[in-house]
C-alpha cells in the first residue's frame, strides 16, 4: 500500500509539471496576425472560411505599409489574402463590379473570360519607374528577339490615346527560322505574340503598357450571350496584361482583362486606383 501510494503522488506531481505545458499547446496554431517587411499588420483569415457569405465580410491586407480592409467578394478567392499575404482582387467585365459572394467558386471558362484581374505590388527595392521600365525593355537575353524590342515593331497610328507597337511577324518568322525552327513552330504563330499599347507623359516617360493578344488573331474567343461576356467557339481567348504606376504609393499595378476592354483602359486604370483609395485604412481616416 505505501509503494502505491508513493507512485500515485509521483502521477499528480507529474500531471502538475505537465499541466502549463498541455495548456500552452492549446492555446498555439496559427497566428492571429502578421506583419510584413514595410510594417505593416494585416488580421489573417483563419479558419473555415465561407465565400459565398452576404454581406461579405471586410478582410484585411497589406500592400507595402499600407492597411487594406476589402470585402471579401472583391478578392480572385472571394476569402482574403492567402497563407502568406499574397493576393489579387478580381473584377468583372464590362461593369467592373466585384462578382457576387461565391461567384467564382467552381471558377467556370465563362467566368473566367470575363475577370478583371488587378495584382498590386509595391516597389521598395527599386525605382519605381526602374520596375516600369522592366515591363517594355528586353532583358539582355532578349534584346535579339525582334517581338521583345519597340525598335522592331510596327508603330501605328494613335489608338484609343496610346501608341500601338504591332508585333512584325516577317522579323519574327526570319529571325527563329535562322536559328533552326520550323516554319510550323508554336513561336512562329501570331498567337503566340502580343502587340504593345503605350501611352506616355508630356516628358515623354512611360506611363502606361498594354500587351494584347496580336491583331492577326482575328478572333477574340468571347461574345456576348443575355447581357453576359461568355467563351465563344473558335480561337482559345484574346486578352490583354496591362501595367501602370501609382506613384504616390509606390505602386506598380498589372491589370488582366479580356481584349475587348483595350478600348476602356482609362476607365480599368482609374477603376483600380479608385479602390486602392476606397480601401486604404489611412485613407479612409482622413476623409472622415
Known sequence: MHTTAKQ??????????????????????????????????????IGPQDPYKDPPPLKQACLGP????????????????EHDGSYALALEYPSL??????????????VSVRTVTIDYRYIDRI????????????????KDEPQENLETRIAGEKLYGLTPYFVNMDLVRAYYGSRGYNEDARV????????????????GAVQTVIKCTSREVASSGVEYR?????????????????????????TLVLVDYPREGLQHWKEIEQRAQNLLTKFNVEERKESH
Open 8 to 45: 500515485i503522488m509521483r502521477t499528480g506531481w507529474a500531471l502538475c509539471l505537465l499541466l502549463p505545458l498541455l495548456a500552452c499547446a492549446k492555446q498555439e496554431g496559427p497566428a492571429k496576425t502578421m506583419t510584413n517587411e514595410q510594417g505593416c499588420t494585416r488580421i489573417r483569415s
Open 66 to 81: 499600407y492597411l487594406l480592409e476589402i470585402p471579401q467578394n472583391y478578392f480572385y478567392n472571394q476569402i482574403g489574402a
Open 97 to 110: 463590379e466585384p462578382f457576387k459572394p461565391g461567384e467564382r467558386m467552381g471558377l467556370t471558362t465563362d
Open 127 to 142: 525605382e519605381l519607374s526602374e520596375a516600369m521600365r522592366r515591363s517594355y525593355v528586353p532583358m539582355d537575353y532578349e
Open 188 to 203: 512562329m504563330s501570331p498567337d503566340r505574340h502580343t502587340d504593345w499599347y503605350i501611352s506616355k507623359d508630356d516628358a
Open 226 to 250: 443575355e447581357g453576359k461576356l461568355v467563351k465563344s467557339r473558335g480561337y482559345g481567348f484574346a486578352k490583354c496584361s496591362h501595367t501602370f504606376m501609382i506613384s504616390p504609393l509606390r
